[in-house]
């Protein structure tokens, strides 16, 4: 179960640092060369809605579809995570463009959450939520931990 929570953990990662890695090999070009640009650029496509800019979100709508969608169950109701369950979401989620496509193709033991099931706008208050999340107080400032 561990493992399965890190492998999770490093596929939360990655999908962080993917644009990132786009990014630098556009930058690595040879000087007075341009870097080719990526393949739906060239073909005149944009980007679904779901991996466009964050939308706006309502947070305590996205409470509340938190807790109705079952994403506490592994989560947590703070999006606090869990290394037996799932990892932690909030308080700085990732972005919103790589938490929609990690919520629609999962690749660890997270079921896909398809459009049918949880719709772009929910996605977006889901998020909102996740953001909301105050971040925990340093371990310094809690007397039972030290």
Known sequence: MKACALVALVVVVALTLAPSRVQTKAASAPQGQVAPAPASATQGQTAPPST???PAGNAETGRKLFVSDGCYQCHGYEAQGSTATGPRLGPRPISFAAFSRYV???TG???PY????????????IHAY???????PPVQSIPLLQ
């Open 52 to 54: 466009a800019a964050a």
């Open 104 to 106: 629609r193709q999962p």
């Open 109 to 111: 033991q997270m079921p």
């Open 114 to 125: 398809t459009t049918k099931v949880v719709s772009d706008a929910d996605l977006a208050n």
């Open 130 to 136: 996740l953001q909301s999340r105050p971040t925990p």
